[in-house]
């Protein structure tokens, strides 16, 4: 089993969860975060004031999946996120131990 | 320290001596036409009957009164709370929505007795304090107050009303100064002290005057203006508060973010307004509330009203415009906040020339507004290096010194504007030159900035000495409405 985590723009979730379904992932998690890479931040002024802003808003996807799942998942991932500018996110990939549903007791794939 | 409470000491004395004086005038006025006090009384065989209220002009009154409190309390309190950080949200709207309600207090305790009752030339006197004599229980007789037009009162509580509203809102202006690290209980201390040396004499010296109904011959129209306030003796044009709300709360303003000193992080952290939107409202609610600010000062529902508000009007959206424009150009974008800011600017410009000036000079007024504000919060602030946090000098000081001179300029017939009496007897037109007004208005704007300034730092110096003016850092960094008030503005 895999755990997959992308941060993606937060105006590309809509069409990232649509592909992902699309390919039979069950379920994702989301959170709002900011973070930066190499897109930086931006500047803002208000009034006479100009502030850096370093740290843009972005939205963290997780979703645990089956290991024969993951390619797909990768590039659904890739295409529904891509706008080709500077700022897309990154996708990591990691090996996922064990799950456990919790209100069945199942565990390991067939809890996925 | 000890020589500035004696100062103040002897403020209180000269007020408490005009009392007797007053006294005497009041049994006087009681046999003639007072004008200030012009009572009704049907039952009294008099040949001609006493002028009753105006209905129009009573419902105008009330309205302006009720768009006034609007722009306080939400309005300024939005427009300043968009503007801070999250975490100091509730102790912006807080500040506003308790000021308001202790000046008012005051304003009815002791507050329009000393501004808007015959005194010396700098301060009224005590005859109507806790507004006593307004209203006659037993005959169930209001008294009335003057308005602009002979034979035209207005109940007093209306004028005690709407005049309130004025002194609130002006104190409040001076909180967006020192926001984000003020202590509330010093916030209240000052308020005191310099709503009543600083706000009440220069609305006395500005505002004050027998009425036109004391203009009854040529020969008492020397004795009736000796009556008046300092600067109205001058003859110097506030229609609606340039001096006494805005260069008054301005000045305060930025004595007080240089007393009080920088925000933790200034110039090094980002201290970024936490809701624009809230802004926009704030912003959008105080150009709706000043037509009552502005054409409500009129005092009647009349002509001059209808200048007033059209004046208000267009200044407004001249300088939404101005400030917009002049930020694309050097500043790259055109921002919401520059938007908002703009129509401020020009909402205070316009202020003391409202029903003073002609349509030719709400545009100019207006335009230079959001100009020369702009200027105010960019160049003029980093000159004069103080953390004033919501630019009320900049803003209000800046626009309210702009629009009391060119009030000057623009009342000139010649340029359109209305021109004023030269007496309340003969109504001849009494605008002399340009040059001669500008120069009246700019000795106003001197007189108010000495009086506030001198006074506000006083003031602050007492508030620090009895409970100290500002937070710790670690409430500071944690922010005002969690450390000051046991609340927070958001929970999502």
């Known amino acids: 089993m895999k755990l997959v985590t992308a941060v993606i723009k937060p105006f590309k979730l809509d069409e990232v969860r649509e592909a992902l379904s699309a390919i039979g992932v069950q379920g994702i998690t989301v959170t709002e975060v900011k973070g930066f890479g190499r897109q930086k931040g931006h500047t803002e002024l208000y009034r006479g004031a100009e502030y850096v802003v370093d740290f843009l808003p972005k939205v963290k996807i997780e979703a645990a999946i089956k290991t024969e799942l993951l390619d797909q998942v990768i590039e659904a991932i890739e295409k529904s996120a891509n706008t080709g500018k500077i700022g897309d996110g990154k996708i990591f990939v990691f090996d996922l131990e064990q799950v456990v549903r919790i209100r069945t007791g199942e565990t390991g794939a067939e809890a996925l | ?492």
């Open chain 2, 1 to 492: 320290m000890i020589r500035k409470i004696l100062m103040l000491l002897a403020l209180c004395g000269t007020v408490a001596l005009s009392v007797p004086a007053y006294a005497d005038e009041a049994k006087a006025a009681d046999t003639a036409t007072a004008p200030a006090e012009a009572a009704a009384t049907p039952a009294a065989p008099a040949a001609t009957p006493a002028p009753v209220p105006n209905k129009g002009d009573v419902s105008w009154m009330l309205t302006s009164t009720a768009f006034v409190l609007l722009m306080s309390v939400p309005a300024l309190a939005l427009f300043y709370g968009g503007m801070v950080r999250s975490k100091n949200m509730l102790s912006m709207l807080m500040q506003v929505f308790v000021v308001f309600s202790l000046i008012s207090v005051l304003w009815c305790v002791y507050g329009y007795s000393l501004t808007f009752t015959e005194g010396n030339a700098y301060f009224g006197g005590l005859d109507r304090l806790f507004l006593n004599g307004t209203f006659d229980a037993a005959k169930g007789e209001f008294s009335m107050a003057a308005t602009f037009s002979k034979a035209t009162p207005l109940p007093e509580l209306v004028y005690v009303a709407f005049q309130a509203t004025f002194a609130a809102v002006t104190c409040c202006l001076i909180l967006g100064a020192f926001a984000e690290r003020a202590k509330f209980s010093a916030v209240l201390i000052f308020m005191v002290l310099w709503f009543t040396f600083s706000y009440i004499p220069v609305a006395h010296m500005v505002w004050f005057w027998p009425g036109p109904d004391a203009y009854t011959a040529a020969s008492v129209v020397d004795a009736q203006n000796a009556k008046a306030g300092l600067l109205w003796q001058w003859g110097a044009l506030d229609f609606a508060g340039g001096t006494v709300v805005h260069i008054n709360a301005g000045i305060a303003g930025i004595v007080g973010a240089y007393v009080m000193g920088k925000r933790i992080g200034f110039g090094k952290e980002a201290l970024s307004p936490h809701n624009l939107t809230m802004t926009m409202i704030g912003a959008s609610l105080l150009w709706f509330g000043w037509f009552g600010f502005n054409a409500g000062s009129a005092l009647e529902a009349n002509n001059s009203a209808a200048l007033a508000f059209m004046n208000t009007y267009l200044a407004t959206a001249c300088a939404v415009l101005s400030w917009m424009f002049g930020e694309w150009l050097f500043k790259g974008k055109p921002s919401m906040l520059g938007a908002a800011s703009g129509a401020v600017a020009g909402l205070v410009a316009i202020t003391p020339a409202a029903g003073n000036v002609g349509i030719p000079g709400a545009f100019v007024i207006g335009l230079a507004a959001g100009l020369v504000c702009l200027w105010g919060v960019n160049g003029l602030k980093k000159l004069l290096g103080a953390d004033d946090t919501l630019d009320v000098f900049g803003v209000h000081a800046v626009g309210g010194i702009l629009g009391a001179l060119l009030t000057g300029v623009f009342n000139s017939p010649s340029l359109g504007g209305p021109g004023f009496p030269n007496n309340w007897f003969e109504m001849k037109p009494g605008f002399e030159s340009i040059a001669a007004q500008v120069w009246i208005q700019a000795k106003a704007v001197g007189v108010t900035i000495l009086c506030s300034a001198v006074v506000a730092f006083i003031a602050y110096k007492i508030a620090d000495l009895i409970v100290g003016l500002r937070v710790p850092e670690d409430q500071e960094r944690e922010g005002l409405d969690i450390t000051s008030h046991g609340e927070t503005a958001y929970h999502m």
